[in-house]
């Protein structure tokens, strides 16, 4: 009886370990590159639903190739946005089948100028006393010359690969207007570990998809410079 037990449970757990393989991962992929076709790096951001609700999962960065991968936990409707320094800033919406995975092209088109970008002035984390340090607010003071701003004021965790839109200094009640200027914040459980600034990317762009450079670490603001 005890090896009759033992045999059913090895049969099961085969079936199941076949089953999800056979289904396969349901994922976004794709290269990123230029109009002469060569590979541009950058960042690849999934937004949950239709295009420009602003609800941000998944991501990836682009590596020197121009390839990313995105595993998504299941088919739907999603926004890819790609952004990559000194390029206007690609969305494209994206229907992924359960199970699947589907490849994009994305041609990104350079900026003219950058004298119209948006400007991040400064990065900072500072734990929550308050909470015994189990919160750290990661904080971005922005900035726009033509004070067009749009929701996408964006933090990437590459380490857990994930995307989030920071909050406004103030309430904004409609994503079509022109969002402030000023201090954004992002609140982050570190009750488990600390928070690694290392890990962190961040990107904004305007309503006419002007965007900042891609900030890492150790995010200090550079002026940027035209794509040649």
């Given at each position: 009886?005890r090896?009759?037990?033992?045999?059913?449970?090895?049969?099961?757990?085969?079936?199941?370990?076949?089953?999800?393989?056979?289904?396969?991962?349901?994922?976004?992929?794709?290269?990123?590159?230029?109009a002469?076709?060569?590979?541009?790096?950058?960042?690849?951001?999934?937004?949950?639903?239709?295009?420009?609700?602003n609800?941000?999962?998944?991501?990836?960065?682009?590596?020197?190739?121009?390839?990313?991968?995105?595993?998504?936990?299941?088919?739907?409707?999603?926004?890819?946005?790609?952004?990559?320094?000194?390029?206007?800033?690609?969305?494209?919406?994206?229907?992924?089948?359960?199970?699947?995975?589907?490849?994009?092209?994305?041609?990104?088109?350079?900026?003219?100028?950058?004298?119209?970008?948006?400007?991040i002035?400064?990065?900072?984390?500072?734990?929550?006393?308050?909470?015994?340090?189990?919160?750290?607010?990661?904080?971005?003071?922005?900035?726009?010359?033509?004070?067009?701003?749009?929701?996408?004021?964006?933090?990437?965790?590459?380490?857990?690969?994930?995307?989030?839109?920071?909050?406004?200094?103030?309430?904004?009640?409609?994503?079509?207007?022109?969002?402030?200027?000023?201090?954004?914040?992002?609140?982050?459980?570190?009750?488990?570990?600390p928070?690694?600034?290392?890990?962190?990317?961040?990107?904004?762009?305007?309503?006419?998809?002007?965007?900042?450079?891609?900030l890492?670490?150790?995010?200090?603001?550079?002026?940027?410079?035209?794509?040649?």
């Open positions: 009886m090896r009759r037990q033992i045999f059913t449970s090895i049969v099961l757990f085969v079936v199941a370990v076949w089953g999800a393989e056979a289904k396969g991962a349901t994922t976004i992929t794709g290269t990123v590159k230029n002469a076709g060569q590979p541009v790096s950058g960042l690849a951001l999934i937004e949950i639903g239709e295009l420009h609700g609800v941000w999962g998944p991501g990836a960065l682009v590596d020197r190739r121009g390839e990313f991968s995105i595993q998504l936990t299941k088919g739907g409707q999603y926004g890819l946005h790609v952004y990559s320094s000194g390029y206007i800033y690609h969305p494209e919406a994206v229907l992924v089948e359960e199970g699947k995975s589907i490849r994009v092209t994305m041609t990104l088109v350079p900026e003219a100028t950058r004298a119209n970008d948006p400007i002035k400064r990065v900072g984390f500072f734990p929550w006393e308050g909470n015994q340090g189990k919160t750290t607010y990661v904080k971005m003071d922005v900035a726009d010359p033509n004070n067009d701003l749009g929701p996408q004021v964006l933090a990437f965790n590459a380490k857990t690969r994930r995307a989030f839109a920071m909050e406004p200094p103030r309430r904004v009640r409609n994503l079509k207007e022109n969002f402030p200027q000023g201090v954004y914040q992002l609140a982050v459980d570190t009750a488990q570990a928070i690694d600034p290392r890990d962190w990317h961040f990107v904004l762009a305007d309503h006419q998809c002007n965007t900042t450079d891609i890492g670490f150790p995010h200090e603001s550079q002026p940027g410079r035209v794509v040649r």
